[in-house]
């Protein structure tokens, strides 16, 4: 089966400070997806990567699909309070039209 | 501004209950899917559709049932609600030609079976 594992599950930052989620694949992935969820509402999308070695920005915001396209990263860069919240990455599932998803990270940003 | 609806934010239901969940989006996306998020599992799928009156079970279809009458709407049934079944219900949708799988959430449904 496919899974995406995300590390770390939490963490908590001071205002300022620049941060990474990795979210890794076994497998190679076809489309990646980062959604920022913010505590008890829906996912908003953030961004998408599908060729190896892609890399998006928005804001302060970076996220980088590797060569393999079994490891995605997500960099925050000066984080600020407004960041807070849970991210999640999600995979295409293979021959199939929906996305499957990782346990998530909980980011907390200490002003 | 574009949407998915989830008419129901927080329910509390009894064992045993039948429970309806309704998402409908103005999009006009063909697909439509609920997951289920509990903590330390991440988004779980349940049910997907990608027609109107279609349906194809995800990863966690027991004990859940849809309903997809009309293409804006996509109802998650639970004919009998139980205490295992409390969780954070999305609904979410897309549509088929756009090349890419982005997804549109609801809010969400916070449920507690009791």
């Known amino acids: 089966s496919q899974e995406l594992e995300q590390s770390p599950q939490s963490l908590i930052v001071q205002e300022g400070k620049n941060l990474t989620i990795n979210c890794t694949s076994s497998?190679?992935?076809?489309?990646l997806y980062w959604y920022k969820q913010k505590y008890g509402e829906g996912l908003i999308f953030l961004m998408m990567?599908?060729?190896?070695?892609e890399e998006k920005s928005h804001e302060k915001i970076t996220a980088k699909l590797d060569e393999k396209k079994q490891q995605s990263s997500l960099h925050i860069t000066a984080s600020q309070p407004s960041h807070a919240g849970i991210y999640l990455c999600?995979?295409?599932?293979?021959?199939?039209?929906?996305?499957?998803f990782g346990t998530g990270t909980r980011l907390t940003v200490i002003p | 501004d574009v949407k998915v609806t989830q008419s129901s934010r927080y329910l509390v239901k009894r064992t045993g209950e039948k429970v309806f969940l309704e998402c409908v989006q103005d999009?006009?996306?063909?697909?439509m899917f609920w997951y289920r998020q509990d903590p330390g599992l991440g988004l779980r799928l349940i049910y997907f559709?990608?027609?109107?009156?279609?349906?194809e079970k995800g990863d966690i279809p027991e004990g859940y049932s849809v309903s997809r009458e009309k293409k804006e709407r996509f109802s998650l049934i639970l004919e009998s609600a139980s205490t295992n079944q409390t969780s954070m219900y999305l609904c979410?949708?897309?549509?088929?030609?756009?090349?890419?799988?982005?997804?549109?959430f609801g809010a969400g449904s916070r449920l507690t079976v009791l």
């Open positions: 979410a949708s897309t549509k088929t030609a756009s090349g890419a799988n982005v997804l549109t």
């Open positions: 497998k190679t992935l076809y489309g």
């Open positions: 990567l599908q060729k190896g070695g």
């Open positions: 999600g995979a295409d599932r293979s021959g199939a039209n929906n996305l499957f």
């Open positions: 999009m006009d996306h063909e697909n």
């Open positions: 559709s990608y027609d109107v009156k279609m349906k």
